[in-house]
């Protein structure tokens, strides 16, 4: 079910995550106000991802909003266990949770600069109905 390989490329090992039936993402609690960068790779392939991971960290918030419940706390071996029982019986059954793509292309490149554009023009276009703008006097 599980199979431990040597490091890969980095497209050799992005194949491998399309192939899997699940990717597992760990995180210690002590890593808890940060996202590695793994898990938005996790979440671009496409696969049903498990978080071993504090839910009440940032990992574990954004799992939850994204509608991943298969998550356990990485120090919790009962959790992980019903975890993982949950999980092989979803992703035999057809089942498992995957987020819709329209609410992880947000993080891609092209979704982050278009949040930032749309920051951008919400600030510039309050900054500009808001002061009076007067040339040098």
Do not use: H, W
């Amino acid at each position: 079910m599980v199979r431990v390989l040597p490091s890969l490329p980095y497209r050799q090992a992005l194949q491998e995550m399309c192939e899997t039936d699940a990717l597992l993402l760990f995180q210690a609690s002590n890593c808890n106000n940060q996202i590695p960068a793994k898990m938005y790779e996790y979440l671009y392939i496409g696969r049903p991802v498990l978080g071993l991971t504090d839910r009440a960290g940032d990992t574990g918030r954004l799992l939850n909003q994204l509608g991943i419940a298969n998550v356990a706390s990485l120090e919790d071996v009962s959790e992980i266990k019903t975890l993982l029982l949950r999980a092989v019986a979803e992703i035999r059954q057809g089942t498992a949770f995957v987020p819709p793509r329209q609410s992880i292309m947000r993080f891609s490149r092209r979704g982050s600069a278009e949040s930032l554009a749309r920051l951008l023009d919400e600030v510039t276009s309050s900054s500009s109905r808001g002061e009076s703008r007067t040339g040098p006097g």
